[in-house]
């Protein structure tokens, strides 16, 4: 248990409707990051928060925003679902260590399923 | 461009046949390197971070090595339940973004 959690586990959705997908990070975590990966794909970079604010961005769609809140908890949301939207969609946190280094550590995923 | 590019795509052992997995990076500055442990359906599971070439660190059949190129995953030994993708990750200096490569397929056959 890597101390990330995420709900729901699972989702099942129609096209065109919209979802929100909660993470709470590790204890003393301030980085928040979440990843999309489609089936048998690699994990595709969408967004980081630190410590309540965006601090990079990767290949997320407009259709998608992401928050975190003061409790640090993070949301992702999903609009006007398609088809291709269908994915596991992990959330990770992380902590600097000692080398200045931010290790992620992984939630179990929502499984999102678009009909 | 930062890159992480990982060989071989899917490897196929047999219980107790040692292989290494390799992961070649290119990134500007080296701040760390994660390889990690993924079964189906699950989320990407932590295994090392090395920091600076020559490093090496080990858990059970597992060993992660890094140059100022490549990293390599040895496993000694392997099990079926050491059957999984494994990820390598880096990030650089300077930035904030990690990078993930592909991941490889590791079967263990009994």
């Known amino acids: 248990d890597s101390g990330v959690t995420q709900t729901p586990k699972h989702l099942i959705t129609a096209t065109g409707q919209r979802v929100t997908l909660r993470c709470s990070p590790r204890s003393g975590d301030l980085s928040v990051y979440w990843y999309q990966q489609s089936l048998d794909q690699g994990l595709q970079f969408l967004i980081q928060y630190y410590n309540g604010e965006e601090r990079a961005k990767g290949n997320i769609l407009e259709r998608f925003s992401a928050q975190q809140f003061p409790d640090l908890h993070s949301e992702l949301n999903l609009s006007s679902l398609e088809l291709g939207d269908s994915a596991l969609y992990f959330c990770?946190?992380?902590?600097?260590?000692?080398?200045?280094?931010?290790?992620?550590?992984f939630g179990p995923g929502t499984r999102l399923t678009v009909l | 461009e930062d890159q992480v590019t990982q060989s071989p795509e899917a490897l196929r052992l047999q219980e107790g046949e040692s292989s290494s997995l390799n992961c070649s990076y290119t990134v500007s500055g080296l701040r760390g390197l994660f390889w990690y442990r993924q079964d189906p359906g699950k989320g990407p599971e932590f295994l090392f971070t090395l920091y600076s070439a020559g490093e090496e660190k080990e858990k059970e059949r597992l060993k992660a090595t890094l140059t100022k190129k490549e990293s390599f995953l040895h496993i000694t030994a392997p099990k079926p339940e050491d059957s999984a993708t494994y990820l390598c990750?880096?990030?650089?200096?300077?930035?904030?973004?990690?990078?993930f490569g592909a991941g490889t397929r590791l079967f263990v056959k009994a």
């Open positions: 990770a946190s992380s902590a600097k260590d000692r080398r200045l280094t931010d290790t992620q550590y």
């Open positions: 990750a880096v990030q650089a200096t300077g930035g904030f973004k990690t990078i």
